[in-house]
Nanobody
Framework: QVQLVESGGGLVQAGGSLRLSCAVT????????MAWFRQAVGKEREFVAA????????SYADSVKGRFTISRDNAKNTLFLQMNSLKSEDTAVYYC?????????????????WGQGTQVTVSS
C-alpha cells in the first residue's frame, strides 16, 4: 500500500522560505518519478515541479523556476521542495504525487498516488 504524507507547510512573509517534505511508504521508491502540485482557492490544481526516479532530471513551472528546488532522498523514501523568495501568489495547498513510471511529467493524469496536501500561506 502506497501512502504519501506531506509536512512543512505554514505561514511565512513574502520573501521568506519554506521546505516541504513528503514521506512515501511502499516499495521501489526510486522506480517512480515524483512531483509537487498546488491548488489555490478557486483555481485548478497546477504543476509546480517534478523529478525523475533517479533524481537526475528535474523540471519546473515557469512561475517557480529559479526560486524552488525539488529533490529526493531515495534511501529515506522522501521528496522535498525548497521554496525561496516566496510570493503571495504562491499561497496554495501543496500536494506531492507519485507517478506510474520513472519518467517525470507535468500532467496530473500521469500521477497515481497523492498526498493529502499541506497549506502554504504567504503574507504580503
Amino acid at each position: 500500500q502506497v501512502q504519501l504524507v506531506e509536512s512543512g507547510g505554514g505561514l511565512v512573509q513574502a520573501g521568506g522560505s519554506l521546505r516541504l517534505s513528503c514521506a512515501v511508504t511502499g516499495r521501489a521508491f526510486s522506480n517512480y518519478a515524483m512531483a509537487w502540485f498546488r491548488q489555490a482557492v478557486g483555481k485548478e490544481r497546477e504543476f509546480v515541479a517534478a523529478i525523475s526516479g533517479s533524481g537526475s532530471g528535474t523540471s519546473y513551472a515557469d512561475s517557480v523556476k529559479g526560486r524552488f528546488t525539488i529533490s529526493r532522498d531515495n534511501a529515506k523514501n522522501t521528496l522535498f521542495l525548497q521554496m525561496n523568495s516566496l510570493k503571495s501568489e504562491d499561497t496554495a495547498v501543496y500536494y506531492c504525487a507519485r507517478a506510474g513510471t520513472i519518467w517525470r511529467s507535468s500532467s496530473t493524469s500521469d500521477y497515481v498516488y497523492w498526498g493529502q496536501g499541506t497549506q502554504v500561506t504567504v503574507s504580503s
